[in-house]
């Protein structure tokens, strides 16, 4: 059974960049406090939320392996 990631958004390092945004539009939003957070984590591939983890600016973005 494969494992299933875990995509954080540590909305005191965001900066509101949006990147994460433009790479996953299902998996990441913006909140009324114009910072990112996870709606759909299951809408993108491991592939696609590496990529958003490695880009975001600030190093928001977290992907980690569930236990």
């Known amino acids: ?38 709606v759909d984590p299951d809408a993108a591939d491991l592939e696609t939320l590496k990529d958003a983890e490695r880009l975001c600016p600030s190093g928001a973005v977290a992907v980690r392996k569930t236990p």
Do not use: H, S
């Open 1 to 38: 059974m494969a494992e299933e990631p875990q995509v954080t958004v540590d909305t005191l390092v965001c900066i509101g960049a949006g990147e994460c945004i433009r790479l996953a539009p299902k998996v990441f939003e913006l909140n009324e406090d114009d910072q990112a957070v996870v």
